[in-house]
């Protein structure tokens, strides 16, 4: 039986991977996307996530825009890194063909909480972004997303250092009010942070086959790919990139691949450690934890697992 899933994504090149794998991974049932700002503003990133459904030819699966900005502010300021990491438009600054399709009327919010109390049990969130419309959605209805199995959540840095500060990850800092909303509920989470994605990485030998399959879709993705190798290359001296998103969604999926702390979370927000995830002193002895944190992962089966359900979409 395959596994109900919603992406909620701020398509950059990471998310625009999770996409892909979760169309071409047999286990997955891709119910709908929700967009939001993060690597890029919500109007592109929900023109991404179009663009890359279509490549992909699941025109069918739904794109529901949500948040333009964090619940401390009115406006958003991309960071400049992120335009280095994924450029311009947020997918590589690739020749990909603009979506024709209209995203659905309905918000990201309200979508939200509907699919979660129409399958409840039945349905997995997968949150890739900055959490801000997880956030508003459990604020306008707690009820109806502590009803559903697992919200899965690529954010934070529990056992290393962060990627945008040395505490702090992207997505966690974006909009570190509402992860700490979020991380201090009792929602049921599954934290795959940086402890986890930084093992899982994507090399040139892996791309090599994508622009081998010589279709104009698998090259548009090697080259998307490619893009994101460069600033791995450039920043960590890494030979190619961490599979952040795509892995949230396989540990959604496959919750073997991972090892995991219970432990209650929450986030920091005071400089210097603003965005910094740790341990929540007032759960500390509750003794019945709801979230569930990735420390070690079985990166290889991952890589296995990621190839396969790309060579279905791309080859």
């Keep these: 039986m395959k596994q109900k899933i919603i992406l909620d994504v701020d398509t950059g090149i990471d998310d625009a991977l999770a996409l892909l794998y979760t ?54 300021h991309r960071r400049e890194v992120t335009t280095r990491i994924h450029g311009q438009d947020g997918i590589g600054d690739t020749a990909i063909h603009q979506s024709t399709r209209a995203p659905e009327k309905q918000t990201a919010i309200d979508y939200l909480i509907e699919t979660a109390l129409q399958y409840q049990k ?23 997303l502590l009803n559903v199995d697992e919200i899965v959540i690529m954010g934070g840095a529990l056992t290393v250092p962060g990627n945008v500060t040395d505490f702090a990850e992207a997505n966690i800092i974006e909009d570190a009010k509402a992860a700490k909303r979020i991380l201090e509920s009792d929602l049921p989470l599954k934290i795959v942070g940086l402890d986890v994605t930084m093992r899982t990485i994507l090399t040139q030998k892996e791309t090599n086959k994508w622009h081998n399959f010589g279709n104009e879709e698998s090259q548009i ?64 002895n509750r003794g019945t934890p709801t979230t569930e944190t990735c420390l070690q992962v079985d990166h290889e089966k991952f890589l296995t697992l990621f190839m396969t359900a790309m060579e279905k979409v791309l080859h």
């Design 122 to 144: 039945e349905l997995k969130l997968v949150c890739v972004g900055p959490l801000t419309n997880l956030a508003k959605a459990y604020e306008k209805n707690p009820t109806a």
């Design 221 to 284: 993705i090697a080259e998307m790919t490619d893009y994101y190798f460069k600033s791995y290359q450039e920043q960590l001296g890494m030979p190619g990139c961490a599979l952040h998103d795509p892995l949230a969604v396989g540990i959604a999926l496959y919750p073997n691949l991972a090892k995991t702390l219970a432990l209650d979370l929450t986030v920091q927000l005071k400089e210097p450690a603003e965005g910094r995830m740790i341990g929540d002193y007032k759960k500390l």
């Design 23 to 76: 169309i071409g991974e047999e286990k997955a049932d891709l119910l709908g996307v929700t967009t939001t700002y993060g690597n890029i503003d919500v109007e592109q990133a929900t023109r991404n996530t179009l663009s890359i459904l279509d490549l992909a030819d699941a025109t069918k699966v739904p794109v529901y825009p949500g948040s333009a900005h964090r619940l401390s502010s009115k406006e958003y």
